[in-house]
C-alpha cells in the first residue's frame, strides 16, 4: 500500500514549530543548532524559517543572543494552515491534459480527499503536537535532503 507523503520542505517546518513549542518561553534556539540537531543542511531550514517568520509563527532575532522563538502561541497554530502553506500547490492529478476530464469524477473524489485530510489537520494545534512528544524523531540521513523542493512563495491569506 503506498501512503501519503508530505514534502522535506514541510517537514523541516514542522519539526522547527514542533521544537520551538517545547522549548521555554524566553528560550532561544538557532538555525545552525536545530541542523546539526535534525542533520538537515541549513539552507533547507533557513528557507523553512523565512517562510515560518513571514506567517508570524516564528519570530527571528540577529546579533548576540539572537534566535528563534515562537511568533504566537502553540495553541494558536493551526496544523491544517501550517501544511497548506508549507506544501506546493500541484494537483495530484493532470486534468487538464487528460482525454477523460469531460466525464471522471476522479478530480471530485481527489478533492473531497484532500478536503478531508485538511479537515483533520485542522483539528490539531501546534500546542497538541508538542505538549506529549518527547522525542520529536531521528534526524533524517543527509542525502534525504538532496532534492528538496524550494519554499513555495506565498504566505497564508
Request: charged fraction near 20%.
Amino acid at each position: 500500500m503506498r501512503r501519503m507523503q508530505l514534502t522535506l520542505f514541510t517537514d523541516a517546518s514542522l519539526r522547527i514549530l514542533m521544537h520551538l513549542a517545547r522549548q521555554d518561553a524566553e528560550a532561544v534556539t538557532t538555525t545552525a543548532e536545530l541542523s546539526q540537531l535534525y542533520n538537515v543542511p541549513f539552507n533547507h531550514l533557513n528557507k523553512a524559517v523565512g517562510l515560518l517568520s513571514r506567517a508570524g509563527w516564528v519570530r527571528s532575532s540577529r546579533g548576540r543572543g539572537g534566535g528563534l522563538k515562537l511568533g504566537m502561541p502553540a495553541g494558536e497554530i493551526i496544523l491544517g494552515t501550517v501544511v497548506r502553506t508549507t506544501e506546493p500547490r500541484t494537483p495530484l492529478v493532470n486534468c487538464p491534459a487528460c482525454p477523460l476530464r469531460f466525464n471522471c469524477e476522479l478530480q471530485r473524489a481527489l478533492s473531497e480527499a484532500i478536503q478531508a485530510f485538511y479537515g483533520v489537520l485542522d483539528r490539531y494545534t501546534l500546542d497538541d503536537l508538542a505538549r506529549n512528544t518527547m522525542l520529536l524523531g531521528a534526524p533524517l540521513p543527509a542525502d534525504a535532503w538532496a532534492t528538496v523542493p524550494h519554499a513555495p512563495p506565498c504566505v497564508p491569506e
